[in-house]
Each structure stands twice: as structure tokens, then as C-alpha cells.
């Protein structure tokens, strides 16, 4: 089974800050990756999908990068939307999901 | 636009049996390819199960297999998930989700519905 592992699990940022979540699969999965936010009592929303591919209505600020097992989403300028938890998800082979970086208010 | 809403969740006893279902609406649903993924309170989110978009194909988590299983009626655009021999550790919000492309399966998705609390406890 493929593993996925996000870094940090927790995250302190003010609005206006560059802020990047890392997440690593335990083998290759290629550009198989998709980014998630999630808000409390809420379902997912997609954000990114195939590594770096922005879903439609997404603002701009959000970005991912990266291939092979490493991987990034960046949000350019924090907006106050933007707190919440957000998780990679690998789509190689099956469906795992990292286990979530939570952005907090410093 | 696209719609999906789930229904049947609640309080069950370990071992007893549970099946939800997820209505779809605003799009063409025996198009598309179905998934169940579940989050336990202030958990992660896991991946349960996937039906094809005609219903020909089904996998699921290692955790359900051979208990849960994923179906789908297109007269009625509905998913269904039964759940047998419920586990407290099948304790979760599950939602429907549907995969981003027409008569393919992604694995990625794009579209969520709510989400139904199952609750598994004596």
C-alpha cells in the first residue's frame, strides 16, 4: 500500500503569508496527486488535481507542484478563507489520503 | 448542478447492519464513477469503496472488504454502501463522492456530497 505522509500536521500563519505544505508518498506515484481543503462540519472541496492542475473556481493563489513521491501545495497570500485543514491524496493506485495539515491563526 | 445527498446513517449496535444512500442529481449519474470515503471524529479522511460508472467494477478499503458492500441503481440515480457486521471502529461521517471524468475512473474527487454519521455503539 502506498503511504502518505504531510508535513507539518499543524501549521501557524497570519494573513498575507507565503505558506507550503509538504506531502511525501512511500513509492513513485507520478502526477497522480490531488490537494483537498476541508473546513469543520464541512465536505472536502478539490483544489488541486494531477499535481499541479488548478480545479476550476479556485483562486490563484493556491499552486502544487512536484512528481515522483514529493510534493507541495502553496498558498501565495493566506486569506482569512483559507484557514482550515487541507490533505494530499494519491490516486496511483487506489485512493490514501495524507493525514492532513491543519493552518491555524498565529 | 451537481448534488449529492446521503441518507441513512445513525446510532447501531456492533454487528448489526446499516446501508446508506446517496441520491445524485445535475448530472448524468450512469456516466460517472461512485466512491464512499469516511472520516472518524477529528480523524483523517479514508477511502472505502468504488463502483464503475455501469456498476461492472467494485473495490474496496482492506478494512471493509468483505463486509461493506457498494451498489448502485441508475433508474434511481442512487448509491448505496451495506454495511454489515459494523465495527465501533466504523464509527464516521461518510460521504459520497464522485470522480471528476465521464465513463472513466480517476480515483480523485471532484464533487462531494454532505456527509451521513454512522455511529456504531451498544
Known amino acids: 500500500d502506498i503511504q502518505m505522509t504531510q508535513s507539518p500536521s499543524t501549521l501557524s500563519a497570519s494573513v498575507g503569508d507565503r505558506v507550503t505544505i509538504t506531502c511525501r508518498a512511500s513509492?513513485?506515484?507520478?502526477?497522480?496527486l490531488a490537494w483537498y481543503q476541508q473546513k469543520p462540519g464541512k465536505a472536502p472541496d478539490l483544489l488541486i488535481y494531477?499535481?499541479?492542475s488548478l480545479e476550476s473556481g479556485v483562486p490563484s493563489r493556491f499552486s502544487g507542484s512536484g512528481s515522483g513521491t514529493e510534493f507541495t501545495l502553496t498558498i501565495s497570500s493566506l486569506q482569512p478563507d483559507d484557514f482550515a485543514t487541507y490533505y494530499c491524496?494519491?490516486?496511483?493506485?487506489?485512493?490514501?489520503f495524507g493525514q492532513g495539515t491543519k493552518v491555524e491563526i498565529k | 448542478q451537481v448534488q449529492l445527498v446521503e441518507s441513512g446513517g445513525g446510532v447501531v449496535q456492533p454487528g448489526r447492519s446499516l446501508t446508506l444512500s446517496c441520491a445524485a442529481s445535475?448530472?448524468?449519474?450512469?456516466?460517472?464513477?461512485m466512491h464512499w470515503v469516511r472520516q472518524a471524529p477529528g480523524k483523517g479522511l479514508e477511502w472505502v469503496a468504488v463502483?464503475?460508472?455501469?456498476?461492472?467494477?467494485?473495490n474496496y478499503a482492506d478494512s471493509v472488504k468483505g463486509r461493506f458492500t457498494i451498489s448502485r441503481d441508475s433508474s434511481k440515480n442512487t448509491l448505496y454502501l451495506q454495511m454489515n457486521s459494523l465495527r465501533a471502529e466504523d464509527t464516521a461521517v461518510y460521504y459520497c463522492?464522485?470522480?471528476?471524468?465521464?465513463?472513466?475512473?480517476?480515483?480523485?474527487?471532484?464533487?462531494w456530497g454532505q456527509g451521513t454519521l454512522v455511529t456504531v455503539s451498544s
Open positions: 445535475g448530472f448524468t449519474f450512469s456516466g460517472y464513477t
Open positions: 513509492q513513485s506515484i507520478s502526477s497522480w
Open positions: 491524496q494519491q490516486y496511483n493506485t487506489y485512493g490514501t
Open positions: 494531477q499535481a499541479s
Open positions: 463522492a464522485r470522480d471528476p471524468r465521464l465513463y472513466s475512473s480517476s480515483w480523485y474527487f471532484q464533487h
Open positions: 463502483i464503475s460508472y455501469d456498476g461492472s467494477n467494485k
